[in-house]
């Protein structure tokens, strides 16, 4: 009963990471604390100043220490897939990092996003069904067509890595760069993803993704308007993208 209780912490920090990271992006906070990883020497001052970097850093430490906790305390697959999560996450968070600098290419964001959402998805299971779920099942449902769930979320993470936190992806109804390719790319994947879900009859699921697909059409607007600071879209977006993993993760148990 302790251990449900905590699987259901590990992902509720791990969601609040992931809107933290949509707050870093919407208020370009990305490179707040350089290419430093995984910490600064006053990341919990930095962190008291209301940096949501700091704070998405720390909250991902506390994930962490769950995901190990649970490693030594339950060995199992499932347990084993959430460390393992946690740990490509953190590495690929300080990629992107390197992204945002114009280092590393934009697909290095779009993995860090999947692993993220992967890590979320492992403990919300644990919490409804217990560390005998076949996590296996939804990581397939998430990719083998026509989902495209896990293909969306890449090529989101590939709209981001491209945008670098200060250019506009500008008039995609003429596309002429990586960006507007890519968001169109993302664009028809959601819209794929939609009606998947409308022959499926996963009602909750489709009403959520079609609401994020208009929050959506937020964030390209508002990044349009503020490329460096495209705003709360962003976060908004993160959150309705947990709540359409959330629903598909309850009718899959």
């Known amino acids: 009963?302790?251990?449900s209780q905590i699987s259901l912490i590990g992902a509720i920090f791990a969601g609040i990471t992931i809107v933290?990271?949509?707050?870093?992006?919407?208020?370009?906070?990305?490179l707040s604390l350089g290419t430093n990883w995984p910490y600064t020497r006053d990341i919990l001052q930095t962190a008291a100043k209301k940096d949501p970097e700091a704070i998405h850093r720390i909250s991902a430490t506390i994930v962490g220490l769950i995901s190990l906790a649970f490693l030594i305390l339950r060995f199992s697959i499932i347990t084993l897939a959430g460390f393992l999560g946690v740990v490509a996450t953190a590495l690929l968070g300080m990629a992107?990092?390197?992204?945002?600098?114009?280092?590393l290419p934009s697909y290095f964001q779009g993995l860090h996003d999947i692993a993220a959402y992967s890590v979320f998805a492992v403990y919300l299971v644990i919490f409804l069904k217990g560390f005998n779920f076949?996590?296996?099942?939804?990581?397939?449902?998430?990719?083998?067509?026509?989902?495209?769930?896990?293909?969306?979320?890449f090529m989101g993470g590939v709209v981001t890595?491209?945008?670098?936190?200060k250019f506009q992806i500008g008039n995609v109804t003429r596309p002429k760069n990586k960006i507007q390719y890519a968001w169109l790319i993302h664009g028809a994947l959601a819209a794929i993803f939609i009606?998947?879900?409308?022959?499926?009859?996963?009602?909750?699921a489709?009403?959520?993704?079609?609401?994020?697909?208009i929050v959506g059409l937020w964030v390209y607007d508002s990044s349009n308007r503020n490329a460096s600071k495209p705003g709360i879209?962003?976060?908004?977006?993160q959150l309705f993208s947990l709540l359409v993993v959330t629903a598909l993760i309850i009718a899959s148990v």
């Open 161 to 165: 890595g491209l945008r670098k936190m």
């Open 195 to 204: 009606i998947a879900l409308a022959i499926e009859r996963l009602y909750l």
């Open 233 to 237: 879209s962003v976060g908004l977006h």
């Open 96 to 103: 992107t990092l390197y992204v945002l600098a114009g280092k």
């Open 134 to 153: 076949n996590i296996i099942s939804f990581f397939l449902y998430a990719v083998l067509p026509p989902h495209f769930l896990y293909f969306v979320i």
């Open 206 to 213: 489709l009403g959520l993704t079609i609401i994020e697909a």
């Open 1 to 3: 009963m302790l251990l």
């Open 20 to 30: 933290l990271g949509g707050i870093v992006e919407g208020y370009g906070y990305g």
